[in-house]
């Protein structure tokens, strides 16, 4: 049997599904080219590993297109020495991009099946600095806050409170599908001492947040 070329796939998708689309920033690109995604889908859905579009991975839960992974990722922008939460760690594959980027990761799922094949697939692809945590993602991380930067990979009928308290005053900013449970824009929130300045970008579809300061379940 014929093996995939994974890294054949991997730059494929790159040049067209992401940098043909206008997502250029060499950082975003290069952590892309470094996580194998084919590890994060469930084995019967490796051969589209690749592929333009969500995928499964139980519970109700998918992996986000690449082209999302990579907006998001370009637009949230980590820089080398930040400390960045995601909300949401569904596979881990987001949060292994965040940690080619940034000094330490933390990330929080509600699903503890999730969180904890997550955490196994995390620690053997060598992210040792990415923190899994069971629980309730809208009410974020407070004992490790402030954070640099905090990305939600689930659609919030608004900015969680408990979030925007956790960005660090001097810049901190979070990029989060807002909108209804089915649709959202993501939206880029900066904070500037008590101010919160947010921008509108593109349309989008993720699952929904669930908890105390997001959606009911």
Aim: charged share 25%; glycine share 10%; hydrophobic share 40%.
């Amino acid at each position: 049997m014929t093996h995939p070329d994974w890294i054949a796939q991997r730059d494929h998708m790159i040049q067209t599904q992401i940098r043909a689309r206008g997502v250029t920033a060499p950082r975003v690109l290069e952590a892309l080219a470094r996580v194998p995604r084919e590890r994060f889908v469930q084995p019967e859905a490796r051969t589209r590993a690749y592929s333009d579009h969500a995928l499964g991975i139980g519970h109700h839960q998918t992996i986000s297109q690449p082209y999302m992974v990579a907006v998001m990722t370009a637009t949230l922008a980590p820089g080398p020495d930040e400390r960045i939460l995601e909300i949401g760690t569904g596979s881990g594959y987001q949060a292994a991009i965040l940690a080619c980027l940034a000094k330490e990761v933390w990330t929080v799922e509600r699903i503890r099946e999730l969180a904890e094949t997550a955490r196994e697939r995390l620690a053997g692809l060598g992210f040792p600095d990415v923190h899994v945590r069971t629980g309730d993602g809208s009410v974020g991380w407070p004992e490790a806050a402030p954070f640099d930067a905090i990305l939600v990979t689930a659609g919030a009928p608004a900015p969680p409170p408990s979030l925007l308290a956790q960005l660090d005053p001097e810049g901190g900013r979070m990029v989060i599908p807002v909108g209804g449970r089915d649709l959202q824009h993501l939206v880029r929130v900066e904070r500037r001492g008590t101010e919160f300045v947010s921008d509108r970008t593109v349309g989008c579809r993720f699952v929904p947040l669930v908890g105390d300061e997001g959606w009911d379940e």
